[in-house]
């Protein structure tokens, strides 16, 4: 393996960024084409709402199912990437996400980390190899009885 400068990893860890940064758009946007392709085909999904889901196109699948149509933003922050080699790498994100679908049945803040492995291809570049959200703290908006009536 050839060392990096400091100017190329650096470089590397920009490009990592703005897979991140995507990522949080195109959810929010309903890209989702856009934000599966950001991940590898192959890639393993852990979260405590989806468990035993295979890849990324049945997960956002799910997601898209759940919080659509409604509202999201999902904000990152402070970045702790670490290249492990000239084409892998690990992430942990600090994350804040809200979520209040048009029906009110499901509405939400969420605090907690992502936790992330990338591998660079020689074709697609940076994808996301592994993904693992861990919530420190969810606060629901309403409960089923409080759900404010559509269009209150």
Known sequence: MTELTLAEKLWEIEQIKLIKARYWRFVDTRDWDGV?????PDCRMRSTVFEGVEGPAEFFRKVAAQITPGISVHHG?????????????TG????FDYVDTDS??????????????????????????????????????????AAPAKGA
Do not use: C, N, Q, V
């Open 36 to 40: 599966i392709a950001l991940f590898a």
């Open 104 to 145: 009110h049945a499901i509405g939400y803040r969420g605090y907690g980390h992502y936790h992330e492995t990338y591998e660079k291809f020689p074709d697609a570049g940076w994808l996301i190899t592994s993904f693992e959200l861990r919530r420190l703290r969810l606060d629901h908006l309403y409960d089923d009885a």
């Open 77 to 89: 922050h402070t970045p702790e990437i670490e290249l492990t080699s000239a084409t892998t790498a």
């Open 92 to 95: 942990i994100w600090a994350m």
